[in-house]
């Protein structure tokens, strides 16, 4: 088929990822033809895709609970590869982006889902082959036209909207760039990817642009190929998660009462993070300034450089929270914490025997240790305090 380019081009920036629907269902002539797409868009052997009319009941999943889960899309696509094709997975990615670039050009909503869903509910009705199996979904429908709270955390964690400046995705910035490589360069810039992590590094030649992984922070072990490959290793992350509950609150209760110790009644404590930890330093935060005895400062990494430090002084107290393994730019920012700026910093990271391996998923006993923290400092300095301030502890219960 001819590729319209023009259409699916002015679609890329319209595009965002969507997880919560108005239930309201397409024409049988939007479907017809998404069904013909699917039919002619073929442009590597060995994928395909499959607009499912119907969406089964719980093909979708959340991260913890339901949240993160799919909600009220009436329609989905599988993107189906045969395992014994060396580049399923790029050519997986390639066909079902131009699918949802169609569907956003047609108004409609997607979300690429690579492993929060239920394969088997959908295997009866797609007739797999022997070495077929379904790479990933996305549901397709109407977006609800205001986000729910959840989709607001969940959008916050990840950074959805965030993108990398290209100096930093070519590996030879200092060359010119021409403006047909400025142009795919811009528009490859803003493609999707799990946890919006943009693995992709860029080499600029005269007539061609190379396109290889880099290595991302955190996520090192993940598959980069088919992007949303992580997603799966997020849901091992979750099984891991609920195995491990007893050593979770054991751990985090010894992190809890080590961070109480570098706190001081009255004296603030900033609770420094970037990434999915952020919200947990936020819970963090509010737990210490609904317990009252000090303030919670919950500050983004980057901007701790550059704004929050003019107001520290010497002995206010300092968390850095981050993933784990800690790499040499933590051991240099806990530096400049406790020598130059003679702050009482603690560093917070997951530990490994936990083998808990995203950002995403460790920044859950993160926070647990982040509310033991506020809870051990309570009972260092104010044992009687029987109860909470009412607004902040209402104000906790939307996490």
């Avoid at 992007?227 to 985090?252: F, P």
Wanted: include cysteine; proline fraction near 5%.
């Amino acid at each position: 088929m001819d590729i319209p380019y023009k259409s699916w081009y002015a679609a890329i920036p319209q595009r965002h990822s969507q997880r919560t629907y108005n239930g309201k269902r397409l024409s049988n002539e939007s479907l017809d033809h998404l069904e013909n797409l699917c039919e002619k868009f073929r442009p590597f052997a060995g994928v395909r895709a499959v607009i499912i009319r119907e969406t089964p009941q719980g093909v979708y999943k959340g991260i913890v609970g339901s949240y993160g889960e799919i909600k009220n899309a009436p329609h989905l696509a599988a993107f189906i590869g045969d395992m014994s094709v060396p580049v399923v997975q790029e050519a997986a990615g390639y066909l079902g982006q131009g699918v949802i670039l169609e569907a956003t050009s047609m108004g409609l909503q997607t979300c690429w889902i690579g492993g929060f869903f239920r394969p088997e509910t959908l295997e009866h009705t797609l007739g797999l082959g022997e070495k077929e199996r379904i790479l990933s979904i996305t549901p397709i429908g109407y977006g609800v036209s205001k986000k729910s709270t959840r989709d607001k955390v969940m959008s916050f964690a990840i950074r959805s909207h965030r993108r990398k400046p290209l100096e930093k995705m070519v590996t030879n910035s200092s060359k010119e760039l021409t403006p047909w490589s400025r142009t795919a360069l811009e528009a490859a810039r803003l493609a999707p990817s799990a946890a919006n992590r943009q693995p992709w590094r860029f080499t600029v030649k005269t007539d061609s642009i190379i396109v290889s992984t880099g290595k991302v922070r955190g996520v090192s072990r993940i598959s980069r190929r088919l992007d949303c490959e992580s997603e799966r290793t997020l849901d091992q992350d979750i099984r891991q998660l609920k195995s491990i509950g007893r050593e979770i609150i054991s751990w985090a209760e010894r992190e809890g009462t080590a961070i109480s110790k570098f706190t001081s009644p009255n004296v603030p404590i900033y609770l420094i993070s970037e990434g999915p930890n952020h919200i947990a330093a936020q819970i963090g935060m509010m737990k210490f300034n609904e317990y009252s005895v000090l303030k919670g400062i919950a500050a983004i990494r980057e901007e701790f450089k550059h704004h929050y430090n003019i107001s520290v002084t010497d002995s206010d107290s300092a968390v850095l929270i981050t993933g784990s393994p800690s790499d040499s730019s933590d051991d240099v920012y806990m530096s400049v914490l406790a020598d130059s700026l003679k702050m009482r910093a603690y560093h917070l990271h997951v530990d490994q025997k936990l083998r808990l391996r995203l950002p995403l998923v460790q920044a859950i006993p993160n926070t647990i240790a982040l509310q033991m923290a506020a809870y051990h400092t309570v009972l260092r300095y104010n044992p009687d305090k029987e109860s909470f301030k009412l607004p902040h502890a209402e104000a906790f219960k939307i996490y």
